[in-house]
């Protein structure tokens, strides 16, 4: 009896240890169980003829509600109110997975300018920074949204993204305006069945696409995969481009908290490295949205064998271009059109919230019935370079698709500019006014070639210049204005 009483008392000892040992272990399996959080990074980037800047902000005015701090200029009157439905270039940044607190993001700007955020932001020296939310499944009923209803914006809500709540906001979505150094030149000529496009810059430039506007509602598309540059940039000895750009540094003044004076806490280093990000796979022709039209039976020798670069030209000495081959001898309808790039991109990464969001863009920004326009996608580790992304928590997948919309490099309108404006010095009075008359139908992107026309020997021809730059300047009414919808342009 004694024995036995004696070794009862350790037994249940035993018991409650093993109690704490197993809700211990519970604890720390559970903190350390992987939680999926993808972040996906999507931006649009405007390039306006040789503008030094991507997005620059005397190009652009803002459709943002006016609760949404901007540096650019505000669209006034039924200006503002058409801007609801216009989309305007810029990033946004999607969460998706499980549900997380105590969050960061940061955007480092090394060079370039800030223009607007959303949620509201601390501007830190050249780092936009979001601290302290929360990713959530559904917002509490105290949150809002920042954006009116409708807006352009309104369809992200309509995914299963998480929302990222902070203080009395809840959105969607990250939101940043932003200009950029331009880290590529390209000039873009006609081809027979396509174009052939030269890209200067230090890195490959991958789908290049091409939107030619054919009248009632149809485009013709031209696309390549990748186009390298043919000539970088050169480097000096330690490495780094000739090329020096000092930082425009502005702040937005936040209409949350006042700016802790304590620096944030370290981010994530590992997402600085460009293996992080998603290298696309190869999309072949065959993956073309488009079933019903017929390939283009082209007749450029080599097409067919891959040989798509053409060789430089042994009589001038210059490199002639990738050819960017039209994709189907029919044109096809503006959903179409944007589809044509969307597939493309959906393997790289982004959800159908982020390829919808794509396709309404391209059709607002790049698919439009006055030129033809550009759009290529920037090299993820390039883009990495110029505008480094932190998260916190650790994302399990980190996907980037930053996209360059170029205007001002029509070949089939510049061509005629050409002619154009040796026109204005034509003998003829009645040649010379028809000239003028079409320069201002044609509107601001022929401004680069009459500028330069400005040196012309022909002071005739150098006073209507003049005469046209200062229209076009003064107008807001011209083509040019059209590419964003209304009154985006400025």
């Known amino acids: 009896m004694r024995t036995a009483a004696m070794?009862?008392?350790?037994?249940?000892?035993?018991?409650?240890?093993?109690v704490l040992w197993l809700v211990l272990m519970s604890s720390i399996?559970?903190?350390?169980?992987?939680?999926?959080?993808?972040?996906?990074?999507?931006?649009?980037?405007?390039?306006?003829?040789?503008?030094?800047?991507?997005?620059?902000?005397?190009?652009?005015?803002?459709?943002?509600?006016?609760?949404?701090?901007?540096?650019?200029?505000?669209?006034?009157?039924?200006?503002?109110?058409?801007?609801?439905?216009?989309?305007?270039p810029l990033g946004i940044i999607t969460f998706e997975g499980s549900a997380a607190t105590d969050c960061e993001a940061s955007l480092q700007l090394i060079s370039g300018k800030h223009f607007a955020h959303l949620p509201p932001a601390e501007v830190r020296n050249t780092r936009i920074l979001w601290p302290t939310f929360d990713l959530v499944k559904s917002p509490p009923a105290t949150q809002t949204s920042a954006l009116g209803e409708p807006h352009w914006l309104s369809p992200l809500k309509q995914g299963n993204r998480l929302t990222v709540s902070h203080d009395t906001h809840a959105e969607s979505f990250l939101l940043y305006d932003l200009s950029l150094k331009r880290t590529h030149q390209l000039s873009i000529v006609t081809a027979e069945d396509g174009y052939r496009v030269v890209v200067t810059g230090k890195s490959e430039v991958h789908d290049v696409t091409v939107f030619r506007p054919m009248g009632d509602g149809q485009w013709m598309v031209a696309h390549v995969d990748v186009i390298t540059p043919n000539n970088p940039p050169s480097k000096s000895k330690g490495g780094k481009t000739n090329e020096t750009e000092t930082i425009e540094e502005v702040a937005i003044p936040s209409r949350d908290v006042p700016v802790p004076a304590e620096t944030p806490k370290t981010l994530n280093p590992n997402l600085d490295q460009p293996e992080d990000l998603v290298v696309p796979p190869t999309v072949t022709e065959a993956d073309l949205p488009i079933k019903d039209l017929e390939p283009i039976d082209d007749g450029v020798p080599g097409l067919n064998a891959g040989e798509d670069d053409a060789p430089p030209n042994t009589e001038t000495g210059r490199d002639d271009g990738t050819?960017?081959?039209?994709?189907?001898?029919?044109?096809?309808?503006?959903?179409?059109?944007?589809?044509?790039?969307?597939?493309?991109?959906?393997?790289?990464?982004?959800?159908?919230?982020?390829?919808?969001?794509?396709?309404?863009?391209?059709?607002?920004?790049?698919?439009?019935?006055e030129q033809t326009v550009v759009v290529y996608r920037l090299d993820a580790g390039d883009y990495e370079e110029l505008l480094p992304l932190e998260v916190i928590p650790t994302p399990t997948r980190l996907v980037r698709v930053p996209l360059v919309i170029v205007y001002g490099q029509d070949p089939h309108v510049l061509g005629e500019v050409d002619a154009l404006i040796a026109q204005l010095g034509d003998p003829s009075w009645k040649a010379r006014e028809a000239a003028q008359a079409r320069l201002l139908e044609i509107g601001k992107a022929c401004a680069p070639k009459l500028t330069k026309a400005l040196d012309h020997s022909d002071l005739e021809l150098v006073m209507r210049v003049e005469q046209l730059l200062e229209v076009l300047e003064k107008s807001n009414d011209t083509p040019?204005?059209?590419?964003?919808?209304p009154g985006l342009f400025f």
């Open 480 to 485: 040019a204005n059209e590419f964003l919808g």
């Open 29 to 88: 399996l559970s903190a350390d169980e992987p939680k999926s959080l993808t972040v996906r990074d999507v931006s649009f980037l405007l390039q306006v003829g040789a503008d030094g800047r991507l997005n620059q902000s005397e190009k652009i005015g803002t459709g943002l509600p006016v609760g949404v701090a901007s540096r650019r200029p505000r669209l006034l009157g039924k200006l503002s109110e058409a801007s609801q439905a216009v989309p305007q």
């Open 323 to 369: 050819l960017v081959p039209y994709l189907t001898k029919k044109s096809v309808t503006a959903t179409e059109a944007a589809e044509v790039l969307t597939q493309r991109l959906e393997p790289l990464g982004l959800g159908d919230v982020e390829v919808a969001y794509v396709a309404r863009m391209l059709q607002a920004l790049a698919i439009t019935p």
């Open 7 to 18: 070794s009862q008392p350790p037994s249940r000892w035993s018991n409650y240890l093993l």
